[in-house]
């Protein structure tokens, strides 16, 4: 058996007949460069050929749907940037599936009754997300005008006008679509008609349901409107506030007291907003919801009896109030005046605060005590020795003397004016006495008085011993809105001659 040292006999293997290797690596690369380039080439022009026809080519998704997300059945053309043919195509469908190799292309998509849109699209060596294109109909409406106010509070409801503009000649029917953002919005009407080439408006209706939570001081809402079909909308951001928080006088009641026929210095009722925010478009009104003695009048004619100053409204016991400012308080004018027909009575009514935002309006009572009813006093007296007066006979001149020292005294001891006052003479006295001063008085105020001077005397030819009886009358309008009153004197005057 060989020894180790046995193998380094060269006789054993036949050193005669072997060859030992002598080249590189770098020699054996430099012998075989050509064909390892070969072999370089094929592997890289398979890659780019792989992924040329293969790996950059992805499946992408399209469908087509109308402004309100319903499929439409279309036609899609896609072209390579800058290719004015298409390299892909398809039609009669709401879906389409395309492999397309990577890079930028443009969409073409056409349907009946829609406009044409046209979309960019690029194709990444990655998953591409589905495409979705979405369709205008034909309408050549825009909406030219929508500005709703920057604030809204809640249970309030609001109108808006929304104006459109029609570009074509045809005459449309639209109807407008709406995200609201938690609000209520609707059209009025839902139906609107646009002329040809001309404008329409129409109202929308927004409003703040119960179950809107607008927080301490108030959120913001973003609602959009558009016409239904079409992608182009109008927004706007609304601030949504709270219920307000508001107080009436105090929330207690009220008293108050007049005299018919009279008012007196103005009374004041105060708002008081506690509230964060400005609170806006309020009416205070009165309401009258009792009365015993002054029933004829009505609870409709009562109220108007109030009247706030200053008002511009033409129902002077209601008053517009456009704002009230966070935290502030308004105090309002008003004064009382009943009637002269009014009767004493104790009046109960209420002050009451509407606004379009107030689920319930806000109120506090009130009594109106009227404490005197109209008192008419008018009384005619004529000086005392009138009533038996005599008148002599001159004996120089054959005539009886004229007395030009007598008057009539018209006195107004009533609570209201009178109008319209004439005092006569009976006819069968109208030769013996003669008015110097005008019987006729236009209006004596309560208190006033006034004197008409008389001349009094017989007439020539009149028997000594005469004696003749003469009635006073006056008349005047009724200043409780009765037909003229009438009215004599106490006493009847007493005229006779002598010598």
């Known amino acids: 058996m ?4 046995d193998f380094d006999d060269p006789e054993m293997f036949g050193s005669d007949d072997v060859e030992y290797a002598s080249d590189s690596p770098l020699d054996l690369i430099k012998d075989n460069l050509p064909k390892i380039i070969a072999v370089i080439a094929i592997l890289a022009v398979a890659y780019f050929a792989y992924d040329y026809f293969i790996a950059s080519v992805k499946e992408v998704n399209i469908s087509v749907v ?8 279309a036609s899609v053309k896609i072209y390579a940037t800058g290719g004015e043919d298409p390299i892909h195509k398809g039609s009669g469908k709401d879906s389409f599936s395309f492999q397309i190799r990577a890079g930028e292309y443009s969409v073409k998509v056409e349907a009946p009754g829609y406009d044409d849109e046209t979309e960019s699209l690029t194709v990444s060596r990655e998953e591409n997300s589905p495409m979705k294109v979405v369709l205008e109909k034909d309408i050549s409406i825009k909406i030219t005008g929508f500005n709703p106010p920057a604030q809204i509070i809640k249970g309030q409801t609001i109108q808006v006008p929304i104006s459109f503009e029609n570009k074509s000649s045809k005459t449309e029917t639209i109807f407008l679509v709406f995200e609201e ?12 008609i646009v002329p040809g080439n001309g404008t329409a408006q129409a109202t929308v209706v927004i409003s703040v349901p119960d179950g809107f939570d607008a927080g301490k001081s108030g959120k913001e809402a973003k ?12 927004d706007a951001d609304i601030e949504v506030k709270p219920a307000p928080d508001i107080e009436l006088a105090g929330d207690k009641p009220e008293d108050f007291s007049a005299n018919a026929g009279e008012f007196d210095d103005t009374e004041k009722i105060k708002i008081e907003n506690n509230s964060k925010f400005d609170i806006t478009d309020l009416v205070l009104e009165i309401e009258i919801t009792d009365t015993e003695n002054n029933k004829f009048f009505g609870e409709e004619k009562i109220r108007e009896w109030f009247q706030f100053v200053p008002n511009e409204n033409s129902e002077k016991w209601k008053v517009n109030i456009p704002v009230i400012e966070e935290r502030e308080d308004l105090e309002l004018n008003f004064y009382i005046k009943p009637p002269i027909t009014a009767q004493q009575d104790i009046i109960v009514g209420n002050f009451v605060l509407t606004a379009d935002y107030l689920a319930v309006p806000k109120k506090t009572s009130f009594q109106l005590e009227i404490k005197k009813s109209a008192d008419v006093q008018l009384t005619v007296k004529p000086k005392s020795s009138l009533y038996d007066f005599e008148i002599e006979l001159d004996s120089v001149t054959g005539e009886y003397e004229i007395d030009r020292d007598q008057y009539l005294e018209v006195e107004n001891d009533g609570s209201v004016s009178i ?3 004439n005092v006569v003479v009976s006819p069968n006295c109208e ?17 006033d008085d006034k004197t008409i001077f008389l001349n009094v005397s017989a007439p020539s030819g009149t028997m000594v011993g005469t004696t003749i009886e003469c009635e006073i009358s006056y008349f005047y309008d009724d200043p409780l809105g009765g037909p003229r009153k009438q009215g004599t004197t106490e006493k009847r005057l007493v005229l006779s001659t002598s010598s």
């Open 2 to 5: 060989a020894g180790l040292s």
């Open 66 to 73: 109308d402004a309100e997300g319903d499929d439409v059945k």
């Open 181 to 192: 953002d938690g609000l209520n919005l609707e059209s009025a009407p839902q139906e609107i």
């Open 223 to 234: 609602i959009k409107a558009r016409i239904k079909y079409l992608k182009e909308d109008a």
């Open 419 to 421: 109008n319209n006052i």
């Open 431 to 447: 030769d013996w006495i003669e008015f110097q001063t005008t019987p006729n008085i236009s209006s004596l105020s309560s208190g």
